[in-house]
C-alpha cells in the first residue's frame, strides 16, 4: 500500500487522538482547482483535506477509513451566498436601518432548512435577514455542521472574530409607509444620511485619541456601519432592476464600500457596469426556469450568469431560502449552462465564486490540501437533474447520508421533515440517542 510522505506521516501520528483519516477512493473528482480526476482519490483528516489525486498515485494512510465512491462524483461543499434558514430575524418596524442588529441573535439551529440544505450538498452559507429594510443587519457566515446552538456552527477569522456581513437592499421592499421611504430617490437620500452620519462618528472616534472626556457617545449601528466604510464588512446588497443596480454602484463609489450584488435580476442589462465597478466583490443568482414573483424581477433571465461571467464579473448562486429550495441548489448551475454559460464557470459559480465572496478562498470552494474538509458525494454529474447528494461532509465530519432513512427524509421531504426540532421517523427525531 502507498504510505503518505514522511512530513505528512509524522503529522498524523503527533495527532493520534484526533479523527481517523478518511479517504474517498474511485470517485470522478472536480476539484474546481484544476482538472477533473476520472479515477481520484481524496484524503482528509482532522478537518482538513490532505491529498487529491490521481488513484494510483496518492498516498492513502495504512489507519486511514476507506470509502469505495467508484462511479460516484465528489466535489466540494456548495457555497450558498444568500439564505434565510433559521428563521433569521433583523430590524423591525421601528425605522429603515438597523446595523445594530445581528443574525446571531435570532437563528434557530434546529429549523429543518439546515437540514435540508445539508442534505443539497450546501456546507457554507451566508444567513442574512430579509430585504424589507434598506439596510436590516449583520449577516451571519456559518458551517452547515449539526449543533445545538448557533455557537456550533459559527465560522471564525484568523483573530478570532466571527465572519459576517452586513445586509442591504433596494427596489420596491423598503418603500412603505413612514418611517420607511415612500420612493426610490428618498431611499437612497437616507442611505447616503446614515453614511455620512457614521463617518462623521468615524471622525470624532478617531479625534478624541481614547480621551473618555472627548468620546462621543457609543452609538453600536454607527460603528457597524464605520466597518464597512473601512473595508472590514462587505455589504450584501439586495438589488434587481436595472436602475437599481446602479443606484448601488453609486453609493458604493461615494462612501467606497465593497459589495456583493444580490440577485441583480437586470444584471444582463448593466453587465459592463458592474464590471467596471472596483467595488464590486460579484454578483449572485438566483435562476428560475418559470415565472412569477415581484414584478421588478420580471425581466430576470437566465442568459444573466453566462453575461456577467463573459463581462469579467465574479458570479455565482444563492437559494435565498426558502425563496428556493437549498436541496436543489446545483439546479442553479445546470440552468446557467442550459443558457450558454460554460460548465466549469457554472461549476466554480456553486463553489469557489462564493467562497470568494464571503472572502473565505482560503479555506472552502475548493479540493485542494490544506483546506477545510468540506466535501459532497453525488451519485452523478452535478449539472443533471437526475443526480442526488448522497453524502455531506463539514470540516471531515459526515453531517448528511442519504442512506440514513433520518437524513433521507429531509432530502425526500414527507411528514416531518418539517419539523423545526427534528425529522420525526418513528417516534424518533435525528440526533435522538446518538
Not at 489525486?53 to 477509513?65: K, L, N, V, Y
Request: some cysteine; hydrophobic content about 40%; proline content about 5%.
Amino acid at each position: 500500500m502507498l504510505r503518505l510522505p514522511p512530513a505528512i506521516a509524522l503529522a498524523a501520528a503527533l495527532a493520534g487522538a484526533q479523527d481517523v483519516p478518511q479517504a474517498f477512493i474511485g470517485a470522478r473528482v472536480i476539484p474546481i482547482a484544476g482538472p477533473e480526476i476520472e479515477n481520484g482519490t481524496v484524503v482528509i483528516h482532522d478537518g482538513k483535506i490532505v491529498a487529491v489525486g490521481e488513484s494510483s498515485e496518492t498516498a492513502t494512510p495504512d489507519s486511514a477509513e476507506r470509502h469505495d465512491v467508484a462511479g460516484k462524483v465528489i466535489m466540494p461543499g456548495f457555497v450558498d451566498t444568500h439564505s434565510h434558514a433559521g428563521n433569521v430575524e433583523g430590524g423591525d418596524g421601528s425605522g429603515p436601518m438597523h446595523p445594530d442588529a445581528r443574525a446571531l441573535d435570532s437563528i434557530n439551529v434546529r429549523d429543518a432548512r439546515l437540514q435540508k440544505a445539508q442534505a443539497g450538498g450546501i456546507t457554507t452559507a451566508n444567513i442574512m435577514p430579509g430585504s424589507g429594510h434598506l439596510l436590516s443587519g449583520q449577516t451571519l457566515y456559518v458551517k452547515h455542521r449539526d449543533g445545538k446552538t448557533i455557537d456550533d456552527l459559527l465560522i471564525r477569522c484568523a483573530d478570532g472574530s466571527l465572519a459576517y456581513g452586513v445586509k442591504m437592499a433596494n427596489g420596491t421592499n423598503s418603500r412603505r409607509d413612514p418611517p420607511f421611504p415612500g420612493t426610490r430617490a428618498k431611499s437612497a437620500a437616507l442611505v447616503r444620511e446614515r453614511f455620512v452620519r457614521a463617518a462623521e462618528y468615524r471622525d470624532r472616534v478617531a479625534r478624541a485619541e481614547g480621551d473618555p472626556e472627548k468620546l462621543p457617545p457609543r452609538d453600536l449601528g454607527l460603528e457597524t456601519l464605520v466597518e464597512i466604510l473601512e473595508g472590514k464588512r462587505v455589504v450584501h446588497f439586495h438589488t434587481h432592476r436595472h436602475d437599481d443596480i446602479v443606484t448601488v454602484l453609486r453609493l458604493a463609489e461615494e462612501f467606497g464600500f465593497r459589495v456583493v450584488l444580490q440577485h441583480v435580476s437586470d444584471g444582463w442589462l448593466v453587465a459592463d457596469q458592474i464590471a467596471a465597478s472596483p467595488h464590486v466583490l460579484g454578483a449572485s443568482l438566483i435562476l428560475i426556469d418559470s415565472p412569477g414573483g415581484k414584478i421588478e424581477a420580471k425581466d430576470n433571465r437566465l442568459e444573466t450568469a453566462r453575461i456577467l461571467d463573459a463581462a469579467g464579473v465574479l458570479t455565482g448562486f444563492h437559494s435565498d431560502d426558502s425563496i428556493t429550495d437549498s436541496r436543489l441548489f446545483n439546479r442553479m448551475a445546470a440552468l446557467g449552462v442550459r443558457a450558454g454559460m460554460p460548465r466549469e464557470r457554472a461549476l466554480y459559480g456553486l463553489t469557489m465564486a462564493g467562497a470568494q465572496m464571503l472572502e473565505m478562498e482560503d479555506r472552502i470552494g475548493s479540493l485542494e490540501p490544506g483546506k477545510d474538509a468540506d466535501l459532497i458525494v453525488l451519485s452523478g454529474d452535478p449539472l443533471s437533474v437526475y443526480t442526488q447528494v448522497l453524502q455531506t461532509w463539514v470540516d471531515g465530519s459526515k453531517v448528511f447520508d442519504r442512506s440514513n432513512p433520518k437524513d433521507r427524509l429531509y432530502a425526500e421531504g414527507g411528514f416531518g421533515a418539517s419539523h423545526d426540532q427534528g425529522a420525526i421517523l418513528h417516534g424518533i427525531a435525528k440526533g435522538e440517542h446518538e
